[in-house]
């Protein structure tokens, strides 16, 4: 297989889950004939028709509650919000109806819905399109929350997702669509959800993040190899069910942890993984935990203001340096 | 359809349900009043003819929606009645095991899908279902509930919108009580029906009086047949009332004893009543025999939900994801085994 772009590869998951599974189809705003604002659902109209994708009005509580309806009559739709910011305008659909579903009927439903789109700032998109929603979900019971960061886990972790019977909420960083190339194999197994990858073996810090900021992290580890410092680079991909095992042994091997994510950090996931690791590998901590998050602000426009607010690789080594040198 | 064995036996077996909603409701009021039931309860008293007449000529794999005062639809549809009075008593055998109150648990095996209490928010959930029935070529339709004050609410907009523009088999039945809690259906709307809208939706829209039981069976058999000669949706509009408060706090206060004497005397039972009488039977007869059948059933499901036991607590962890996520390390709690083994 050539080279893959992390779009290609969720368009790719995409096609050889319908291919595989009739019961697998597409919902959402402009995927079918346009391809979706983005391209994720680009060709599958032309693959396997119209019974299969749907573009539906703007109606996101509509395309979350109708996916929940299809998905407990034993279909398996993939819908797709055009911005996750969106998802708020269908937020009860998702934490209420969705979420509770299974819950409620005694564990006697399935809700096989994956709801996906693209998330995340870093590319001037303002307020409404540069939203880091995983908090808002990470704390639903009922739903698992996903955000790859390499184009084979996108394509594995989405085929999982699909796979999967609980509903999922799958972010895409929309800076890594095309940003992030990669070759894949030609036949790819979905990647189980709920483990954290090791994205870098280090062996003085330990740097825990998903998503958006892995490239980040890799970058800054990086600049402390060439200055002799060894980062360890634990990539969660699963936000929801946490990985907090990876996150004990990478603690474990290095004694100091780094949380890194772009979402904001006041609730973000970071306080959790900080507070977890400091009740439960207390012994095992060199450092006191840190974090390096968005600002508490929300995601601004002008290219100097978002940078302010974003965490960058700077920052990332700064912090990185510091807890090393503690 | 329903196999009925005969005009006769559906004629009883409508007053029978009728009947069996009325006392199975009025048990629940009692039980309320005597602190017998936690949580909320919402009686649709006086609604009997909207919950049964618009299921029972469904089939077993048709799905309805249904909303709070529903009760008698659930039934209708099958599900046990025994398991109904646990739900409502947080028992192990209800059917949410104890997860959820009142009307919220559903039955998938009856074609009962359970609702939250977001008002509204089952439309969008019905019109997947149905349009998971219409892509399998699955000849059965999606039934959703709704009141009007629910109607304000943009979920019902966004369904009713979807469904017009893909032909959907689903009917949306509007059970117009006239009253949302204390709200009026002159401060939710102003418009005086409801399914004025489903034009503006290019759907088909029916009103229809909803304590009339031959009404409501005769404009839902309309509404069905389209929805399932891929006609598409339609918006039904059943006027009725309700009898007691919004919930069994309520002393609904904000109507007057006029209205409610109105009403009162457009009862669907002594109707339906009529109607058995003009077809011949002995009403007396089948009132009493009918009266002793469902106090019986309702005691049995009285008993059945008051011998079962309650849930264990760590149940409450259940039926959370189809495999269960190991929740326990951020739960470990201080001093227990676990903590003293953690890490390993
Ligand atoms: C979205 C939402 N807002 C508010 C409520 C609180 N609430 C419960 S029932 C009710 C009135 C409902 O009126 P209607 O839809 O006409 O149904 P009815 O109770 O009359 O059958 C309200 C306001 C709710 N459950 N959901």
């Not at chain 1, 019974?51 to 279909?75: F, H």
Request: charged share 25%.
């Amino acid at each position: 297989m050539p080279t893959a772009t992390y779009i290609q590869a969720i368009n790719l998951a995409l096609k050889e889950e319908m291919r595989r599974d009739p019961d697998v189809f597409v919902m959402g705003e402009d995927v079918a004939a346009l391809g979706g604002a983005f391209k994720a659902t680009d060709g599958i109209l032309e693959e396997f028709g119209p019974a299969r994708i749907l573009d539906t009005p703007i109606s996101e509580a509509l395309i979350v509650g109708a996916g929940v309806g299809a998905a407990v009559q034993g279909l398996r739709p993939v819908v797709e919000m055009q911005f996750m910011d969106f998802a708020a305008c269908g937020f009860d659909q998702i934490v209420n109806m969705a979420a509770t579903a299974r819950y409620r009927h005694g564990g006697a439903l399935d809700v096989p819905l994956v709801i996906r789109g693209p998330s995340g700032g870093g590319v001037h998109g303002a307020l409404f399109h540069s939203q880091d929603p995983e908090a808002w979900f990470t704390r639903v019971p009922g739903l698992k929350v996903v955000a790859p960061s390499t184009a084979a886990d996108a394509r594995g972790l989405l085929k999982a997702a699909i796979r999967d019977d609980d509903p999922v909420i799958f972010l895409e960083h929309k800076r890594l669509y095309r940003s992030v190339k990669e070759e894949l194999p030609e036949e790819q197994e979905p990647e189980p959800l709920g483990r954290a990858r090791l994205a870098r073996a280090g062996s003085d810090i330990s740097i825990v993040t998903y998503g958006g900021t892995v490239p980040l992290c890799l970058e800054a580890a990086d600049r402390l190899a060439a200055e002799g410092v060894e980062t360890e680079v634990v990539d969660l991909r699963t936000l929801l069910p946490l990985d907090r095992d990876a996150v004990r042994r990478t603690v474990a091997k290095t004694g100091k942890l780094l949380v890194v994510h772009e979402d904001r950090q006041t609730g973000g996931l970071g306080g959790e993984i900080v507070a977890w690791t400091v009740e439960h590998c207390w012994d095992l901590l060199d450092a006191p935990p840190q974090r390096v998050t968005a600002l508490d602000c929300h995601t601004p426009f002008a290219p100097a203001l978002e940078a302010y607010v974003l965490p960058g690789t700077d920052e990332i080594a700064d912090a990185a340096r510091r807890l090393a040198a503690y | 359809m329903r196999s009925f064995t005969s005009r006769v036996d559906r004629d009883l077996k409508l007053y029978h349900w009728m009947k069996l909603t009325r006392e199975f409701e009025d048990r629940v009021s009692r039980l309320h009043a005597q602190n017998r039931i936690l949580g909320g309860v919402y009686s649709g008293r006086g609604q009997e003819a909207v919950a049964v007449g618009c299921c029972a000529d469904l089939e077993p794999a048709d799905v309805i929606f249904p909303l709070h005062r529903d009760l008698g639809a659930m039934l209708v549809k099958g599900v046990d009645p025994g398991r109904l009075m646990a739900q409502l008593l947080g028992k192990e055998t209800g059917l949410s095991r104890g997860k959820d109150s009142f009307l919220h648990g559903g039955d998938p095996a009856h074609g009962v899908f359970g609702g939250t209490s977001m008002l509204g928010a089952t439309l969008p959930v019905a019109c997947g279902t149905a349009l998971a029935m219409k892509l399998r070529r699955d000849p059965h339709v999606a039934v959703a509930f709704f009141g009007e004050g629910a109607s304000s609410r943009g979920d019902v907009h966004e369904a009713m919108n979807f469904a017009a523009v893909h032909a959907l088999p689903v009917v949306f039945v509007c059970e117009n009580n006239r009253y949302a809690y204390s709200t009026p259906q002159a401060l939710q709307m102003a418009i005086e029906d409801v399914a004025d809208r489903a034009a503006a939706y290019g759907m088909k829209g029916m009103v229809s009086g909803g304590n009339d039981l031959g009404a409501v069976l005769e404009t839902m058999a309309r509404a069905v047949r389209r929805a399932r000669e891929g006609l598409g949706p339609t918006l039904v509009e059943l006027k009725t009332y309700r009898y007691r408060g919004h919930s069994e706090h309520d002393p609904a206060r904000y109507r007057g004893e006029e209205e409610l004497i109105q009403w009162t005397s457009r009862d669907p039972i002594p109707r339906w009543e009529t109607y058995l009488a003009l077809r011949g039977h002995d009403v007396e007869k089948v009132r009493g025999e009918t009266e002793s059948e469902v106090a019986q059933l309702v005691d049995d499901a009285l008993a059945f939900a008051e011998a079962s036991p309650d849930p264990e607590p760590q149940e409450a962890l259940e039926d959370l994801y189809a495999t269960p996520l190991d929740v326990a390390p951020s739960a470990v709690p201080a001093g227990s085994e676990a903590a003293a083994s953690y890490p390993p």
